[in-house]
């Protein structure tokens, strides 16, 4: 029987808390730690005292998937209530419905097509070929009039550079339907925990070989008193940014309390690029079970921007110049035995959560495996891999040790 690993976990969002429980769960003793003073990273929720709305600290989170084995898990953990997330979006003044469906598409034009029709049209509508950026895969998903108004300004504010050169990835996270359905995500499972992903987490966290440290940076601990670190911050953190700076977007929170119900629905887009935050949510319609008692509403303006030296990062952005940059650090984690590199900003990659927690239970089972061979393994999810396929291909890629 091999002896029992020690792992430091940097990170208790679902990455660092599902691979801590997997390797707990398996013998080892695990040391969480994070810089913040609560577990479950950007998913955070914690009730506002003085309106009792729970809150989605660091923007909306819905759970949505096609994975059930992910979805059982998250299940095993909380009390996942039913939940069809809807987003409207206002332009010039209007409001429409979202994603482009068959409403928003006769909202638009002013017109009344069938969904045969409203086929015809958009394809008549398309322009362009072949898609490589974000705006080349505008025009030719929904031609320029529904481009321009819902997807060039909204883009432009979230992620700070012309669609031009986003990746086309970034849009395929959004259907095109020619029918009524306005449902956000098209996944099998979709809901909300019923006492916030905080709980959730704790839960994922609670096991008598994890030892939890909240408060608690990376940089602070000698890493080299474990036997392997497993490590979701920021990949050019963890290299002290020696190669220079992957980019990010990061985000400000405006929250504010205001008379129940504001716009009534959980997420309204302001798409046109003359107001300066991207959307406004409404925290109470994100548990509609308990919607109707509030009076007093919590809302939140969302503005993005680029991520200063002491900002936290929330989306990585993949411009073509940081592909080269993070093929050198890619280089470099194969070259730090020892530390697996795990999460969106571990792999930085643009991993929703049941991706975060698909690819941390695989890489939870992997170390398993190589730590009862009794080896302290190199292995790591490979960066440069998880990235702009990592919707279409849920599959983890794993560097052999
Ligand atoms: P994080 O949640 O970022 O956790 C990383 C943790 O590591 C943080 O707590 C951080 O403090 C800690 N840390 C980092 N560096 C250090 C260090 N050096 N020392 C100590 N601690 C450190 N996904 C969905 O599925 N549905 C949604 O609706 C959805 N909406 C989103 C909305 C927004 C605005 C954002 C930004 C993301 C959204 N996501 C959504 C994605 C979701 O947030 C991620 O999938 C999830 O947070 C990934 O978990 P993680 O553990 O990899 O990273
Ligand atoms: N987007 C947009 N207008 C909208 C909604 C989305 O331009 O009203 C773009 C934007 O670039 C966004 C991308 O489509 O980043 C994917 O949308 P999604 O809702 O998946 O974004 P998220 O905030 O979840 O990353």
Redesign the pocket.
Known sequence: MPQPKSVLV????????VVARALAEAGHLVTV????DH??????TARDPETGVMVHH????????DDAQVWDYVSAHAQMMPYR?QVKARVGGRVYSLPINLHTINQFYGISLSPAEARAFITAQSRGAPVQSFEDQGLRFIGPALYDAFFRGYTRKQWGVDPTRLPASILKRLPLRFTYDDNYFAHSFQGIPRDGYTALVASILKHPRIELQLK????DIDASAYDHHV????LD??FGHRLGRLSYRS?RFEHERVAAPHQGTAVMNYCDADIPFTRITEHMYFAPWEAAEFTQSVITR?YSHSTGADD?P??PVRLLDDKSLLARYDALARATPGVTF?????SYAY??????IRR?LDVGQHLTQAFARDRSPQVFVHPLCASESAAADPRPVIAAE
């Open positions: 940097t990170g208790a969002g679902f990455s660092g808390a730690i994070d810089a913040r577990v479950a990273g950007n998913c955070h660091y923007g909306p989170h819905i759970f949505h998937t997330h608690t940076r990376a940089e490590y979701t911050g920021p953190r963890y985000l969302e936290i929330y989306y795990l999460g969106r900003l571990g991993l929703d959560m049941d991706l975060a941390a």
